[in-house]
Nanobody, 117 residues
Framework: QVQLVESGGGLVQPGESLRLSCAASESSFRPYIMGWYRQAPGKQRELVATITGLGRTYYANSVKGRFTISRENAKTTVYLQMNSLTPEDTAVYYC???????????WGQGTQVTVSS
């Protein structure tokens, strides 16, 4: 029922910035937690960052100090601000939202981020 639409991916050079967005189709949806994951070619999908419905955040060590996760007041849109990008950040980025701890949640379609000279 709930669909997540991602946008903001693209091709950038090392050191540049990119901002990803993920919006839920249902305005009444109130996520318990929202997060961003990424999967690079030949690698496992990894957690990048999360933010709770109350605004508490978590970051993977690989992105601390460079990435910032945030949400709109309506809590139906989540963002990922990515600064100082490196080629190692190249991956397909997926957003996830769930409205309770007992559900697996919903996934976005994924957006490609490529960092290359």
């Amino acid at each position: 029922q709930v669909q997540l639409v991602e946008s903001g991916g693209g091709l950038v050079q090392p050191g540049e910035s990119l901002r990803l967005s993920c919006a839920a189709s249902e305005s009444s949806f109130r996520p318990y937690i929202m997060g961003w994951y990424r999967q690079a070619p030949g690698k496992q999908r990894e957690l990048v960052a999360t933010i709770t419905g109350l605004g508490r955040t978590y970051y993977a060590n690989s992105v601390k100090g460079r990435f910032t996760i945030s949400r709109e007041n309506a809590k139906t849109t989540v963002y990922l601000q990515m600064n100082s990008l490196t080629p190692e950040d190249t991956a397909v980025y997926y957003c996830n939202m769930k409205n309770s701890p007992s559900t697996i949640g919903f996934w976005g379609q994924g957006t490609q981020v490529t960092v290359s000279s």
